[in-house]
């Protein structure tokens, strides 16, 4: 008797607890969370109907991910790590968490594969040319105090010390990752649903996304639209079906200002100090991880369009670009990127294969779509 009252025990609170979990009312799929965060939008896709509280509790803790990220990596933040690294003394050594060493350190490989192309420290630039916290009027900066910080800048002048967890400015440099740690904060959100046992899923941070499972009950993949490079409107050019990988798009056709009918980029050639001119319209890369893919994305943006397929031919990258041709654009792919999607997509998508020569298109061409259906 004695052994079978703790039994029964058990059972009765068993079945208070089912009985509790089947009150609670389901939501159905697709979830989606979503709000503001690092100056732009997170969206958040659960592919599975799940209990009201655990999306309660799932939303929070996403909440939580996306918190520990801007704490530490914003330079719209005074108080962030990155911000109080940014004033700290000169060649002192600073101690930083474990993510932003890791965001740090990917930042510098990407730097030495992309021959610099890739630099952390335009910061100072990037206020210069009025695209970071430091507003000032939309204008084209006098040259020499271009030249000055340009001379200061190089993704040397910040040294990292692995082993010890610790990194130091070399010069008056400022540290931005507004180029990485969008997709930084997307790997931690993926991270973190996967812990809490969730398989399909998409996590979107202004186009920077990750994949996961299906879209939906009949396990189709999840849909991702390229979209055109026009600032207007929002049009899908392609529509890939993808899943279990991250994928980045870096563009110059929406976050620019304009002097005197020229269009100046957000994004900086370190090596002139200037906003990028050439004809790269857009660059979309495929990557197990949404931080490389984020930052590479920015990288071949830089390059321009030849120099961005040969470095993501040399570095196995799957880079997909539109580059503007007149009213239309051209499309090219590497090789990695046609092996990813398969050449039968490609074929359908009338994407051509590498190696077949590039394929023009007009804006007329292009469908209305979602950037993610
Ligand atoms: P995109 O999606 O167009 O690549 P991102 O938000 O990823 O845009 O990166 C652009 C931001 O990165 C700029 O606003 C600027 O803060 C910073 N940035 C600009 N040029 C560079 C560069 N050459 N290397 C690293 N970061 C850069
Ligand atoms: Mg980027």
Redesign the pocket.
């Known amino acids: 008797m004695s052994r079978r009252l703790p039994l029964f025990a058990v059972c009765v609170l068993l079945f208070a607890t089912l009985l509790s979990g089947c009150r609670e009312p389901l939501r159905e799929a697709p979830i989606t969370l979503k709000g503001p965060i690092f100056g732009t939008y997170y969206q958040v896709i659960l592919a599975e109907p799940m209990r009201r509280d655990e999306v309660a509790d799932i939303e929070a803790g996403i909440l939580d991910e996306l918190e520990a990220v801007d704490a530490s990596m914003s330079t719209y933040r005074e108080a962030s790590e990155l911000s109080t690294f940014n004033r700290s003394p000169i060649g002192e050594w600073q101690p930083l968490s474990p993510e932003l060493m890791q965001v740090l350190e990917l930042s510098q490989q990407v730097s030495r594969a992309s021959n610099g192309?890739?630099?952390?420290t335009?910061?100072g630039l990037?206020n210069l040319w009025s695209?970071?916290p430091e507003a000032r009027p939309e204008s084209v900066p006098p040259n020499n105090q271009l030249e000055e910080r340009l001379a200061q800048i190089g993704p040397d002048k910040v040294e990292l010390d692995t082993q010890a967890g610790r990194a130091r400015r070399l010069s008056d440099v400022y540290v931005?990752l507004?180029?990485v740690a969008?997709g930084f904060g997307v790997d931690q959100v993926a991270d973190y649903l996967e812990a809490e046992g969730i398989e399909n899923f998409l996590v979107d941070i202004?186009?920077e996304l990750v994949l996961r499972g299906h879209r939906d009950a009949d396990a189709m993949p999840w849909r991702v639209g390229v979209e055109v490079p026009n600032e207007h409107r929002q049009v899908a050019q392609y529509v890939l079906a993808l899943s279990n990988l991250a994928v980045a798009?870096?563009?110059?056709y929406r976050?620019y200002f304009e002097e005197n009918g020229q269009r100046y980029s957000?994004?900086?050639?370190?090596r002139t100090g200037r906003p990028v001119e050439h004809a790269l319209a857009s660059v979309t890369l495929l990557s197990d991880s949404a931080a490389a893919a984020?930052a590479w994305?920015?990288?071949l943006?830089?390059l321009g369009p030849q120099a961005a397929l040969n470095t993501a031919r040399r570095e196995g990258l799957a880079v997909l670009t539109l580059e503007r041709d007149g009213e239309g654009w051209v499309s090219q792919v590497s090789p990695a990127f046609a092996e990813r999607v398969g050449d039968a997509a490609l074929d359908k998508l009338g994407i051509p294969r590498p190696g077949q020569g590039p394929v023009q298109d007009s804006v007329q061409d292009a469908v209305p779509d979602n950037k993610e259906t």
Request: aromatic share 6%.
């Open positions: 192309a890739f630099d952390i335009v910061g990037v695209f970071g931005d507004s180029a969008k202004g186009g798009t870096s563009g110059d976050n957000h994004t900086i050639d370190p984020d994305a920015t990288a943006s830089v």
